[in-house]
């Protein structure tokens, strides 16, 4: 327990330089403004540069527990939750909202007022990851926890992760952790990367399952190759 209480708060303290109230004129290094061009810059992109709002850590866990990925997501992503969260489609926090808007703003650095790359302007088409009669919208944590459910039992292994995540935590009920690992072991069979991340701080410790420390190790390289960034931290 203590070793995943340990990740959790990783991700919500883990430092990251405050954005420039005023930026410059184009203060994306040019290897970002290059991704932007082509149409590949996402909040990963900004996330190795450490140029990202210092409550990105943790938003990205809370973002997990509703299904959306928001370290893989690009500008047109993002402005697509938000329309959604403004029609009453996804169910999003002022400061949620506060933290996409600027990550949207550190994007758009060097453009012209009001100017968006081309990429920016296509439709995101998704399938609403959490939601209600199919329209996104989660009335409450209760609810939310039976669409994952709902999900993790079709099989979805990224519901099966935040399901986890959600239960070992006590989300909607008591802490279920001997649940929660079980729904680990099927993500990381799926081939979870995050999944086998988590997996491995649960071999390490010892608490839920047999400890394990080999085990660890070679769920945490495996993890790492996948491109768990949870993982990729946790061999640092």
Not at 41 to 50: I, Q
Not at 75 to 98: H, I, N, V, Y
Not at 106 to 121: A, F, N
Not at 123 to 131: D, E, K, L, R, T
């Amino acid at each position: 327990m203590k070793r995943w209480l340990t990740i959790a708060l990783f991700f919500l303290l883990l430092p990251f330089p405050a954005l420039a109230s005023e930026p410059a004129y184009d203060t994306l290094p040019p290897e970002l403004v290059r991704l932007r061009d082509e149409g590949q810059l996402t909040v990963r992109a900004l996330w190795a540069w450490k140029l990202v709002p210092e409550s990105t850590a943790g938003m990205a866990m809370e973002f997990r527990a509703l299904g959306l990925d928001l370290i893989s997501a690009d500008r047109a992503q993002l402005a697509s939750w938000l329309r959604q969260a403004d029609e009453g489609q996804l169910g999003l926090s002022e400061t949620q909202r506060d933290v996409i808007g600027q990550l949207i703003s550190r994007m758009d650095e060097g453009l012209p007022s009001g100017e968006q790359h081309v990429s920016d302007v296509s439709v995101v088409q998704q399938s609403p990851a959490v939601g209600v009669d199919g329209t996104g919208k989660v009335e409450d944590l209760g609810e939310m926890i039976r669409v994952l459910g709902a999900q993790a039992e079709g099989g979805d292994p990224k519901a099966k992760v935040s399901l986890a995540l959600a239960v070992r935590t006590g989300a909607g009920g008591s802490p279920d952790p001997i649940r929660s690992v079980a729904l680990l072991e099927e993500a990381a069979g799926a081939g979870d990367a995050d999944a086998m991340a988590l997996l491995a701080d649960e071999y390490e410790s010892g608490l839920w399952v047999p400890q394990d420390l080999e085990k660890a190790v070679q769920l945490r390289l495996k993890a790492a190759e996948a491109g768990s960034q949870l993982a990729q931290w946790g061999l640092k």
